[in-house]
């Protein structure tokens, strides 16, 4: 496992941006799939968005994809989620993992480090 350290987030009004990080403290996130997950009110924590280890490749849930963007930077070892365009529905508290079994993004078991969780707050 490693520390995943996340930052940004906060209260914005819908149709904002917001730019979220997460960084590993100490160790490298080089040679790992990243992925953003989400946990609104009530609800069960859902994927986001995932990038492949070279940053070649992402894929997006449904509810984000032409609104939400993934990237890395190896060099810097941070993975952001730009999210534009912010509605009411996004609000939660968001979660970087780092993978560690091939699969789909989607499933949490593949995941063996989260970061501590950022809210995001989209007022109407």
């Known amino acids: 496992q490693v520390h995943l350290q996340q930052s940004g987030g906060g209260l914005v009004q819908a149709g904002d941006s917001v730019r979220l990080s997460c960084s590993a403290f100490?160790?490298?996130?080089?040679?790992?799939?990243m992925a953003w997950f989400r946990q609104a009110p009530g609800k069960g924590r859902e994927f986001v968005a995932g990038?492949?280890?070279?940053?070649?490749?992402?894929s997006y849930a449904d509810p984000v994809k032409g609104r939400f963007s993934i990237s890395r930077d190896i060099d810097k070892n941070t993975v952001t989620l730009q999210m534009n365009s912010l509605k009411p529905d996004d609000t939660a508290v968001y979660y970087c993992?780092?993978?560690?079994?091939?699969?789909?993004?989607?499933?949490?078991?593949?995941?063996?480090?989260w970061g501590q969780g950022t809210q995001v707050t989209v007022s109407s």
């Open positions: 100490g160790r490298t996130l080089t040679g790992y799939a």
């Open positions: 993992a780092r993978r560690v079994i091939r699969g789909p993004f989607e499933k949490e078991e593949n995941y063996d480090s």
């Open positions: 990038i492949t280890f070279s940053g070649a490749s992402t």
